[in-house]
């Protein structure tokens, strides 16, 4: 169960056996098929970049989709099924925030 405190959701390409998820562009593969999903609903050309509410990514050396929990409150079924995707490939999911890069120092 996810909480409705996080920001954002990160599903991890890895199984909770610790199995690295595969095929190795799963999270670019899921972040395409949500792109539609967006703020102010697709539009033309949308298709061509991920949505802001799920984005594809690597932590250190494992690939992850972040997904943002405006998501769920604007298109549910999408949210759903990020979820069950993650569900149903038995892949970690871990609560959390994204922080700001600190500021640089001059």
């Avoid at 991920?50 to 989709?65: A, H, R």
């Avoid at 972040?66 to 999911?93: G, S, Y």
Wanted: hydrophobic fraction near 35%.
């Amino acid at each position: 169960m996810v909480s409705s405190t996080s920001k954002q959701v990160f599903i991890q390409g890895v199984t909770h056996s610790g199995r690295t998820f595969r095929p190795s562009d799963w999270a670019e593969r899921l972040a395409g098929v949500m792109s539609p999903f967006r703020p102010g609903g697709a539009k033309p050309g949308s298709h061509l970049s991920y949505s802001p509410w799920c984005i594809p990514t690597t932590l250190g050396s494992v690939k992850c989709v972040i997904v943002h929990h405006d998501m769920r409150d604007a298109e549910p079924m999408a949210w759903d099924f990020c979820m069950n995707f993650a569900r149903d490939n038995d892949l970690q999911v871990v609560e959390a925030c994204l922080l700001p890069d600190p500021p640089a120092k001059t």
